[in-house]
């Protein structure tokens, strides 16, 4: 057997979003910060994550984590998350089966009732709670980088769907917001293309017509995701969400191609933008859960730590509280003689244009 790179991974799911952690098999990794250590990969080794998360390894759904040396003192290890078409800052599903990778293997150690830690992501700093019992992690706990909404009630033009009142905010990444009701959609799993298809038309009309970037770090730009929101169905929820996670080109000449999936779970990072948008309208306010349902019916528990400022605006530090079950482990070879390196694609799956 001929092998030019071994991979050693533990997969994962919160919520039913699947994080897939790399914890052994990376090169080395240079920058002065996790941030700078996200770039280098992303310029110089982005066949990694391609082949990770492409076909025969992969699938859409999927997301990758790698572990790293932190280059903060503070922080006791370095991660950098990796999606279908981008290195998000920061995630909060993909935290949460991190650090439940983490602890349950042991590479971190655990502490009952209680174990505290800090991860340094691009995005910056994560002071980590996870909940421990039986050798098991019951409940992750981080608090997140501030959140701030930058646009409310905008209106855009969606290629396909006309005019559409949409917010965009930051809770780790750039997200355009929208009312699914004034689609006529409902969030539902047997609506999943439907939801798909109009989430790419949202994110790519408020990426060309709002484009944002964060006033801490120009180099994070947006919006490059999007979430729908409806009325909750799940027991105690007090909204529902469905954020796409983008596995193409969305073609405004052909909205109705399918270029990218449901985010599984009820979104970390898109539960704590939608966190912001509702504070900065007067409907959330400090010290309040804010439970968030996903597709699935799954909830992640958001609340608001109190308020602060980013550049020229108000935000919020938000906590956000979830589960993560581990769910197998894994050595992934490459051969030599493999005619597809990074994966590949098909349109029957991934849409026209692929990851």
């Not at 859409?60 to 370095?78: E, K, M, Q, Y």
């Not at 800090?118 to 421990?132: D, F, N, Q």
């Not at 052909?254 to 309208?281: E, F, I, N, Y």
């Not at 959330?284 to 019916?297: N, S």
Request: hydrophobic share 40%.
């Amino acid at each position: 057997m001929q092998i030019t790179r071994m991979i050693t991974a533990v997969d994962a799911h919160a919520g039913g979003e699947p994080g897939r952690v790399i914890t052994a098999g990376l090169p080395p990794i240079p920058g002065a910060s996790v941030y700078e250590k996200m770039r280098w990969l992303e310029a110089n080794d982005d066949g990694l994550r391609r082949l990770m998360l492409r076909e025969p390894r992969g699938y859409p759904a999927l997301c990758c984590n790698a572990l790293v040396a932190p280059s903060d003192p503070r922080a006791d290890i370095g991660l950098i998350i990796m999606e279908q078409t981008e290195y998000p800052p920061m995630s909060g599903s993909n935290t949460i089966c991190t650090v439940t990778v983490l602890l349950e293997t042991g590479i971190l150690p655990m502490v009952e009732p209680v174990t505290t830690l800090t991860l340094e992501t691009p995005a910056g700093l994560i002071a980590v709670e996870a909940k421990c019992a039986g050798g098991k992690v019951r409940a992750v706990r981080f608090e997140n980088v501030p959140a701030f909404a930058l646009h409310l009630d905008a209106e855009i033009d969606v290629p396909g769907h006309g005019r559409a009142r949409v917010d965009i905010a930051w809770g780790g990444m750039f997200y355009v917001i929208a009312d699914a009701a004034q689609f006529g959609l409902a969030i539902t799993p047997d609506a999943g293309g439907d939801l798909v298809r109009l989430s790419e038309a949202l994110r790519h009309a408020a990426a060309e017509q709002l484009p944002v970037a964060h006033p801490d770090n120009p180099g994070l730009t947006g919006p490059t995701i999007s979430q729908l929101t409806g009325p909750p169905t799940a027991p105690g929820a007090h909204g529902k969400n469905a954020v796409t996670v983008s596995s193409g080109v969305f073609d405004p000449a052909r909205p109705h191609l399918l270029t990218g999936v449901l985010d599984r779970s009820p979104c970390g990072t898109g539960t704590c933008a939608r966190m912001a948008v509702l504070h900065a309208r007067g409907e959330l306010g400090v010290g309040q859960d804010y439970v968030h349902e996903g597709p699935l019916g799954t909830t992640f528990t958001g609340r608001i730590l109190r308020e602060t400022t980013v550049g020229p605006n108000r935000a919020i530090v938000p906590t956000l509280e979830g589960q993560g079950w581990i769910t197998g482990t894994a050595n992934y070879m490459l051969d030599p003689s493999d005619p597809f390196p990074e994966g590949f694609t098909a349109s029957d799956l991934w849409g026209p244009s692929g990851a």
